[in-house]
């Protein structure tokens, strides 16, 4: 299998290294809008490089997507109407108008399309959903989230980003999604300018805190940063009424324990590629059989969508200080209806409109 990596940034070189290395990929090649970068890249991981878009995704077997945001939408469509199996990086696309066409295209041409969610491949967040879905956990009663960044991404990166809630809180809302089942009713959001006055500038908060209502009445409360001074912390809580589970905590949490008897910590992770690094390679082991046809995505393009709408509610929220309902958001491609959320948790379901 050939396939085209598209974007050789920080997350495309470690998604080059990784299939360059996969026994079922025959050859890697490397395309990026900097001049120079997918040689540099192709050299280090033993790739192929190319300066064409077109002689990339035209002579690949298959398409991954590592460039920046804004480029998504533009990209899946081109691969997508060349009839290429296609792995894109979180968010399918910038915005929710962008979102909605083109889960239209994929859906209508049944386009075959991965979502890069890497936590899916976390083994806890699998376990925890497993549990969720055998009647482990009980009852669900609460959910609680906690994504703590090491530290501020530069200024350059914040116009573009999207804002908080779509760049990045969008994990966060896609595992609440995986993991329990269901969908989120209404959500209130708030955001305040802690870290960083840079944030100001561009109408953006680094700092804020989610209260979402889930499809049964469960709760789930969210806080973020953009800066926490002891690492990377990325959390997620369950409490029902048959168990009480965590993800996230164990040696390398970077939160330190005032209580007497707590064991000792390592250093705290360092950033995203470090804590999900084993989560990014399954979830790219497992593009390679969605490729071939032999499986179905494991992270449609409708869960990107579901997920968007999640981020573009918080935001609404946050800017009109009131809690506003995902029905409020419900902008739907025409035609297409829409498909239980189980399918989120089993990764179940190509992207087509008859999708069950």
């Known amino acids: 299998m050939k396939i085209a990596l598209i974007g050789a940034g920080r997350i495309g070189r470690m998604h080059g290294a990784f299939l360059a290395r996969h026994p079922e990929v025959d050859a890697v090649l490397v395309h990026d809008v900097i001049p120079g970068t997918a040689t540099q890249v192709a050299e280090e991981i033993g790739a192929q490089s190319t300066e064409s878009l077109d002689e990339a995704i035209s002579t690949a077997d298959a398409v991954v997507i590592a460039a920046p945001t804004d480029a998504h939408a533009r990209l899946v469509r081109t691969a997508v109407e060349a009839g ?53 956990i009980g009852r669900l009663y609460l959910v609680r989230l906690i994504a703590h960044d090491a530290s501020p991404p530069p200024e350059s990166y914040i116009p573009t980003s999207g804002g908080l809630f779509r760049d990045s809180t969008i994990h966060d ?64 809580e369950l409490v029902g009424s048959g168990d009480a589970v965590s993800i996230g905590i164990g040696p390398k949490m970077p939160s330190r324990s005032l209580e007497a008897d707590a064991p000792p910590m390592e250093a705290g992770w ?22 071939r046809g032999e499986t179905a995505s494991p992270c449609t393009a409708r869960d990107g969508f579901e997920a968007m709408r999640i981020a573009i509610a918080a935001t609404r929220s946050r800017e009109e200080r009131r809690p506003v309902r995902l029905d409020e958001i419900a902008v739907e491609p025409a035609g297409s209806p829409v498909p239980t959320v189980s399918s989120a948790r089993k990764g179940g379901g190509a992207d087509r409109p008859d999708w069950p």
């Not at 066409?101 to 491949?121: A, P």
């Not at 950033?271 to 497992?286: H, V």
């Open 173 to 236: 809302f896609d595992a609440l999604r995986f993991v329990t089942g269901q969908e989120v009713a209404e959500v209130y959001a708030v955001g305040a300018v802690r870290v960083s006055d840079v944030f100001a500038r561009y109408e953006d908060v680094d700092t804020a805190g989610a209260v979402l209502t889930l499809g049964d009445g469960a709760i789930a409360v969210l806080s973020q940063t953009r800066h926490n001074p002891r690492g990377y912390d990325i959390r997620m």
């Open 84 to 136: 290429k199996p296609t792995f894109v990086e979180k968010p399918l696309a910038f915005d929710l108008d962008d979102t909605v066409e083109l889960l239209d295209l994929i859906e209508r041409s049944r386009g075959r399309v991965q979502v890069g969610f890497q936590r899916r491949f976390d083994p806890a967040y699998r376990e925890a959903a497993r549990l969720v879905a055998d009647g482990g």
């Open 270 to 291: 360092d950033g995203f590629i470090t804590r999900f690094e084993s989560a990014y390679r399954a979830e790219l082991g497992a593009f390679i059989p969605f490729a």
